[in-house]
């Protein structure tokens, strides 16, 4: 994969602690003028729906960076008495944000939707800014996505690591300032001296990537994805962290007790089949009853002994009932500790509702993912999953809960990018594509089709979506890898077009790096180039993926910032609370 020009950045850098009324209005003016800059928040909590604003810096051009304390303790400035803004905002309170003089003059300017604003991961400060009081407006730049974009495969897109990459520069980590761990310290703590040397750094390092990224992102071609959707997106995903979502406590709390009980007529069952008490998550004792004591087949080696993570325990649970009930008390636990007992724990005291982030720079494909906590993981297709969703709940009884999903969103995709004709026109007859691909790979008419023949086709629909080879899917099924080479060789032999696609996005990605999707997002492969066979087989699969994962990502994106338009126009009370990749909650 190519790699982009970086350069020395000379640290001749112009920094200014806004302390007076007058420097506070004059710095509004010089901003105005310039009509772009950089804004970036320092505050006292990493969780933008907790956090308080400690202060603001700007920066219009290269080395050149303004603070702006907003709030302060008078522990952490030196000579309070001959610092104006400071002094005045002491005597309100000990710093109420945005009071006088700081509203009239910094509200009007970040508001202003002619004024373009940049920033990195932005939509942290403009979720802290809107709990505050001011909605900002004209978002222009954000490096954070803009570095994801030209390269999404990197591992870190944070301040520090691109400063690095892109300036050779070291920039001071945050912990320089606060610490680390249990003795961590908030920014109230730090001299405000300090804080502006760190927050000016940040806008200034912001500033400077934003002037190397901006023609990278042209020359990619990646600028109208990038103004079209990843921009606006923030807007959405920022107003739907904003909403979050209301839980039923008094149905998880019921759950919970109710999974307590369950769980201990496993645990007694399991040492019932084990002829033994012994420590059940210890996979060395669970070992020895398994192999030793039971006498069952000894699958993968560890380190420690044998495995008995869970493709080991589905082999061995169709000789013995143990193995079956220890993946039904893995499952039931990990249901309880994730989702029923962690969940009410982190619902907003402020707010009531729970709060997920969404991050747009971490799936390689252009996906969504989801933290603190990850609302896109909960399981559907177990009925305990679907038994935790029904936690999920309106927020008042004036409104209910309305979902929307495509219906087999990426084989709809892999349809339109490949041109075939035959599942081109199974989809628009509405017809069922993997009763459709049983019917035709296993020569039975549909209406013989038994269930275990829909399983197989739709196997083999998403195997080959996901470039899964023969081993794949032979494992996948447990057939013998003839048998599945048959499949395949089947199945492309009905879909010839589909063939071709696979095997031209494989030659693209082999033959130019990376690969595209149909708004032009590029993913490098450069695992093409491995000597190991096994990394380039996923080279293969990730060659043929993405496109259609990366199109499908990008189709909802588009989605989501329509409808939220449309909401806004129409001034519906309707709320987008949740997405969940090809589904979108309200």
Not at 354 to 378: C, F
Not at 472 to 496: P, V
Request: glycine share 4%.
């Amino acid at each position: 994969m190519e790699r982009f020009t970086t350069r020395q950045v000379k640290r001749k850098s112009a920094y200014e602690i806004i302390d007076t009324t007058e420097k506070l209005k004059n710095l509004a003016r010089v901003l105005r003028q310039a009509g772009r800059f950089v804004v970036d928040l320092e505050t006292t909590h990493k969780d933008p729906m907790r956090a308080d604003v400690v202060g603001l810096a700007f920066s219009h051009q290269a080395g050149e960076a303004f603070y702006v304390p907003v709030r302060v303790e008078k522990r952490s400035v030196k000579n309070p008495e001959t610092n104006t803004l400071v002094r005045e905002m002491f005597l309100r309170a000990q710093g109420e944000l945005f009071e006088q003089p700081l509203a009239p003059v910094l509200k009007p300017l970040l508001e202003d939707p002619k004024l373009k604003k940049c920033g990195h991961n932005i939509k942290y400060d403009m979720l802290v800014l809107v709990r505050h009081g001011i909605a900002l407006r004209g978002l222009s730049f954000d490096t954070m996505v803009a570095s994801y974009l030209i390269n999404p495969t990197l591992r870190q897109h944070n301040l520090d690591a691109l400063a690095l990459e892109h300036l050779d520069y070291v920039k001071t980590p945050t912990s320089d300032l606060i610490g680390k761990g249990k003795k961590q310290l908030s920014m109230l703590d730090v001299p405000v001296e300090q804080v502006a040397k760190y927050a000016c750094e940040d806008a200034d390092i912001t500033l400077r990537l934003m002037e190397i990224f901006e023609p990278q992102l042209k020359d990619a071609g990646l600028l109208d994805l990038f103004r079209d959707v990843e921009i606006p997106l923030i807007d959405v995903l920022l107003d739907v962290e904003k909403n979050g979502v209301a839980l039923d406590l008094q149905f998880l709390k019921k759950m919970s007790h109710k999974m307590a009980r369950t769980l201990e007529d496993l645990v007694k069952k399991i040492y019932d089949l084990a002829g033994e008490e012994f420590n059940i998550n210890s996979t060395q004792q669970l070992g020895h009853i398994l192999f030793e004591k039971l006498g069952l087949p000894k699958k993968k080696r560890t380190k420690t002994g044998y495995s008995t993570d869970v493709k080991v325990l589905e082999e061995l649970a169709k000789l013995h009932e143990l193995p079956r009930t220890l993946m039904e008390y893995r499952e039931l636990t990990k249901l309880k500790s994730t989702y029923v007992d962690a969940l009410p724990s982190l619902v907003n005291p402020e707010t009531g509702r729970l709060h997920t982030s969404y991050n747009q720079t971490v799936a390689a494909t252009g996906r969504l993912s989801s933290s603190d906590p990850n609302l896109q993981n909960i399981p559907i297709r177990t009925e305990l999953g679907r038994e935790i969703r029904r936690a999920f709940v309106p927020g008042d009884a004036e409104h209910v809960i309305l979902d929307a999903d495509y219906s087999q969103i990426e084989l709809r995709i892999m349809a339109h990018l490949s041109k075939d004709p035959v599942l081109i026109e199974a989809f628009r007859n509405d017809e069922d594509i993997h009763a459709k691909t049983a019917s035709l790979i296993f020569q039975i008419p549909p209406e013989d089709l038994t269930p275990e023949h829909r399983r197989r086709a739709k196997e083999i629909n998403f195997g080959i979506m996901y470039g899964m080879g023969v081993y794949g899917l032979a494992t996948r099924l447990q057939i013998s890898n003839e048998e599945a080479r048959d499949f395949i060789d089947s199945y492309f032999a009905l879909y010839a077009k589909v063939h071709e696609f696979v095997q031209k996005m494989q030659q693209q990605a082999e033959e130019k790096g990376y690969v595209t999707t149909l708004l032009n997002r590029r993913r490098y492969i450069p695992e093409f180039k491995s000597k190991n066979y096994n990394i380039r087989e996923f080279a293969k699969r990730t060659a043929v993926n993405t496109p259609i994962q990366g199109t499908a990502a990008e189709l909802i994106k588009v989605a989501m910032i329509n409808i939220w338009r449309k909401l806004k126009e129409k001034s519906f009370r309707t709320k987008m609370i949740l997405q969940v990749h090809d589904e979108l909650v309200f």
